[in-house]
């Protein structure tokens, strides 16, 4: 006896996988516009991160069109972003560093004006770190027979007096107290006396803060009054501070 045979059925095919359309794009904005918004505040690689966010802005409305839509929207929005970003810090960037130039410009006007219109006797000049320097007016002095130089025509004694503004301490050695000096626009000497009443007072010491020192110092001048300056220098290639008046 012969049983019929079963039919065998083949399983339906299965359809193959719907193919994405611009998905690598999609990736790639998203990537880029990432890069963009992390290196956006860096002024140093922000022009670079700003060119790539813009490439990915592109690939990303490309991708729009595509089958990753959604991702390629966030990478559009990011690309946005990291565009926007830069352009605000770089707009900050550019205030700061105008208010950088402008207080230079500021500070160089003020040595400029201290150039034309140097401080004279019983004024004080304050260099930026809170030292300051004032120099009384001239008065005349007698030089003793071993004074030096020999055959001093006339000398005058100068009272210099250092305040030291600054938060730390100040060594008067560091400063150039009053070795720039001119009468009539000739160099002039200091005047060192051990028997008369033109005998200076400098020394080297240190001003704590809050301190003053003061010191006397006389030079050899002319017969005749006329125009002395005095230029003072704390430390090496600093501002100077130059003193001009009548002695």
């Known amino acids: 006896m012969t049983y019929p045979t079963q039919p065998v059925y083949a399983p339906p095919p299965v359809a193959p996988p719907k193919p994405t359309r611009f998905g ?30 813009f490439v990915g802005l592109v690939l990303g409305i490309i991708a729009l069109f595509g089958t990753r839509k959604i991702l390629a929207a966030i990478g559009v929005v990011l690309c946005v972003l990291a565009i926007v970003f830069t352009v605000v810090a770089q707009q ?30 019983g004024k004080r ?42 938060s730390a301490a100040f060594e008067t050695a560091l400063l150039s107290l009053g070795n720039d000096a001119q009468f009539n626009g000739k160099k002039v000497s200091k005047v060192f006396d051990s028997s008369g009443d033109c005998s200076s007072t400098v020394d080297n010491t240190t001003v704590l803060p ?12 002319g017969a005749e009054p006329g125009e002395m300056q005095l230029v003072f220098e704390p430390t090496f290639n600093s501002d100077k501070a130059a003193f001009v008046g009548q002695a």
């Open 210 to 221: 809050g301190k003053t020192y003061t010191y006397e110092v006389a030079y050899s001048v």
């Open 92 to 121: 900050a960037a550019v205030k700061e560093l105008d208010k950088i130039l402008d207080q230079g410009a500021g500070s160089e006007t003020l040595k400029q004006e201290a150039l034309t219109d140097p401080p004279t006797w």
């Open 125 to 166: 000049y304050t260099w930026a770190n809170g030292l300051s320097v004032e120099v009384a007016a001239p008065v005349a002095c007698t030089p003793g027979q071993y004074a030096v130089p020999q055959d001093i025509a006339r000398a005058v004694k100068f009272k210099v007096t250092i305040t030291n503004g600054a």
């Open 24 to 53: 690598a794009l999609a990736w790639t904005a998203l990537i880029l516009g990432i890069v963009g918004v992390v290196g956006s505040p860096i002024i140093i690689f922000n022009n670079l991160t700003a060119i790539a966010a």
